[in-house]
């Protein structure tokens, strides 16, 4: 996702910007997510299937795109 706008944007616990993240994954000085998998699942169940792909297709895209976030790398 694109952190262009602020209000996209995570905090700090002291309320502080934090540009690496949005604020769905990372809130109050913690992550959301506390595994991959589990942000994988939540993705699978959330997301829109509009081009009717198959569910191991889509959740290799998925996982993909987020082993290329700075959370991810790190885990």
């Known amino acids: 996702m694109p952190l262009t706008d602020e209000d996209m944007l995570s905090r700090e616990a002291d309320g502080s910007i934090n540009d690496d993240y949005c604020k769905w994954c990372y809130a109050d000085g913690k992550f959301a997510y506390d595994s991959k998998e ?38």
């Not at 299937?49 to 991810?72: C, H, M, V």
């Open 38 to 75: 589990k942000l994988l699942d939540f993705l699978m169940e959330h997301v829109p299937n509009t081009e009717d792909i198959p569910d191991d297709e889509r959740r290799a895209a998925y996982d993909g795109y987020l082993s290329q976030l700075k959370r991810w790398k790190e885990a």
